[in-house]
């Protein structure tokens, strides 16, 4: 399938109802091989602007959807077991959720932007928490997990690099291999972190904690969605999250899986990241509903742009990832498949991938 986001956080601050909401079908995409997975696993979509009117070309899609020029994408989310504090040491559903964001490529954290919801996720007063609690817990998590791992062959590792001439790159890549963590990785975060790697026993503990951090930023990237971003409290809190040096994006995953289900039953017309949305049946529509999807345009999407679950996901893969859009057929003359399918696949793969690497991707 290719990249994996992770969707993480603490309980209740809305992790389901997002993964909810992004791999919910509001739009005709073909069957395909990956479609059946697992409860906490499913396809979300990158909108991009499809090369089909670039190309003056009508094209047929088979892995993706076209519509109005905008080509959606199929990629992988995972929504992870809400994490608490303790959770690298096992508390908690922690085991589960680090043994879930293994595969991961990138993280997309849900936080509580309205501070409604207390560092264990249970419910307080709106704007009594502070959500940069919630992501400097999260680091501090996610640095243990890793360092914990690198600690069981610690010593192991030093002694083989300072007395053969193994690489320790090459050691803690293979160390770390069940964690899509690369080499190149594990080397430009020794680099960053100052350490000569022909002397890691010399490592102190603070040393090797912030290699670890340095791993865990170059392998894992992650962005903020700024979640409840309708309540009252919410402003504030995202522009101090927006200072964190995380992309930001403010967020209500309610009214995004509000909106899909609206244009999955046919009542509205909406493509997943628009500022707007057409109501087609107004007969159809009870008078809450109506209220609330006035309520969605006037204090969400007027007021922020989307609902930002669409732009989460394509920032998590196109930002953070660097990846970029193919288009592969058989014959680049007429853009064509075997099966004379103009444009018939479009996947995202990292920028820098060679025809080699992708035909095996």
Partial sequence: MGMMAGIVGKPNVGKSTFFSAATLKSVPIANYPFTTIKANRGIGY?????????????????NSACIDGNRFIPVELI???GLVPGAWRGRGLGNQFLDEIRRADSLIHMVDASGSTDIEGGGCPPGSHDPLEDVEFLEHELDQWLKGI????????????????DQLEALLSERLSGLSITREEIRYAIKEAGLNPKKPTAWKDEEILRFTRNVRKASKPMLIAANKADLA??????NRLKGSGY??????AEAELALRRAAQAGLIEYLPGDDHFEIVEHEKLTAPQEKALETIQSKILEKWGSTGVQEAINRAFIDLL????????????KLTDHEGRVLPE??????????KSFASY
């Fill in 46 to 62: 990158v909108r991009v602007k499809c090369v089909c009117r670039e190309l003056g070309v009508e094209d047929n899609p088979v």
């Fill in 79 to 81: 929504d992870c077991a």
């Fill in 150 to 165: 690198l600690m069981k062959d610690w010593l192991k590792i030093c002694r083989r690099v300072e007395s053969t001439a």
């Fill in 233 to 238: 409290s919410a402003e504030e809190n995202i």
């Fill in 247 to 252: 992309i930001t994006v403010p967020c209500c």
């Fill in 322 to 333: 660097d990846a970029i859009v193919v288009y592969p057929v058989q014959d680049p003359d």
């Fill in 346 to 355: 479009a996947h995202l793969i990292p920028s820098g991938t060679t025809a």
